[in-house]
């Protein structure tokens, strides 16, 4: 029997699969805006899922580890056993979420994310079987981008605790993190955190490069390119040997006492000029 599930909001679409999964999840080349609301909900509950297998197209993995609030999120559930994730090679769009050793679902995304799901035992054996031979020859799929407890944990040690909460206060507010117009990379959320804390630059770029993040150069063309476009300024701090170093600060000083939804639009308006 097939079932519409049209009328249900995407995130409760996602939640009544993980509820009915038995803890066991496989997702095969879903759309990048269905992975990235599974991660979302899967990283808020953890405890309700003991596997969840991805396999989706190389395209569709790179778009979605773009975005470091969804990144940083697969690698922590990776890192805590939750998450394997796989590539293939196969660009078809099947969308299908088998949920657990009963159910298949299929999702359309367009633009809403709607779906249909059937428990007819012929169409759920087909799946499996789809999905196990497809994931047989799957491919290794890397992540570069460090879990975010790591993330937070090692910034809060060796930033400071100030930095840390406006670094995740930056985050909160946006609703991607990619610095491709609508949103802002990790690498400027970092830079305006220590901005607003008046943090050295090579302390936070140290950080970026210790932690995984970004490397010190990529660090430093970022503070240049938010220098240039004048959101940020930077004072020179003597030390006893070698070049004085650089404290970040706002150039409108009204920033550092912001809230953070306007320091987020004035970083988006700097960059959009």
């Known amino acids: 029997m097939s079932t519409s599930l049209t009328g249900i909001n995407g995130d409760d679409m996602i939640r009544r699969s993980i509820d009915e999964s038995g803890g066991v999840l496989r997702l095969l080349q879903v759309s990048p805006a269905v992975l990235s609301r599974y991660v979302n909900v899967l990283s808020e509950e953890k405890d309700s899922v003991d596997e969840v297998r991805v396999l989706a197209s190389e395209s569709t993995l790179k778009d979605v580890m773009d975005d470091f609030l969804v990144a940083s999120s697969v690698s922590e559930l990776i890192e805590e056993g939750i998450l394997e994730l796989l590539s ?29 799901s059937a428990d007819d035992d012929e169409i759920v054996s087909r799946a499996d ?23 937070k944990k090692t910034l809060r040690d060796e930033i400071g605790e100030a930095t840390q909460e ?11 993190a990619r610095g491709d117009g609508d949103g802002l990379d990790e690498i400027t959320v970092a830079l305006l955190a220590a901005a607003r804390n008046e943090v050295l630059l090579y302390d936070i770029s140290k950080w970026g490069e210790d932690s995984g993040v970004a490397s010190k150069a990529t660090f430093s063309r970022k503070k240049t390119e938010l220098e240039d476009r004048g959101l940020i300024d930077t004072e020179n701090v003597p030390i006893d040997i070698g070049r004085p170093r650089l404290r970040l600060k706002f150039s409108d000083e009204a920033l550092h006492d912001a809230p953070l939804e306007e320091l987020v639009e004035a970083a988006k308006e700097a960059l959009q000029d």
């Open 88 to 116: 293939t090679t196969d660009e078809s769009r099947r969308s299908l979420v088998l949920v657990g050793d009963t159910d298949v679902m299929s999702f359309v995304d367009v633009g809403n994310v709607g779906a249909l």
């Open 129 to 151: 079987d789809l999905f196990e031979s497809m994931w047989d020859e799957g491919n290794e799929f890397r992540i570069r981008t460090p879990p975010a407890s790591v993330v």
């Open 166 to 176: 406006d670094f995740v206060g930056i985050l909160d507010v946006l609703e991607t």
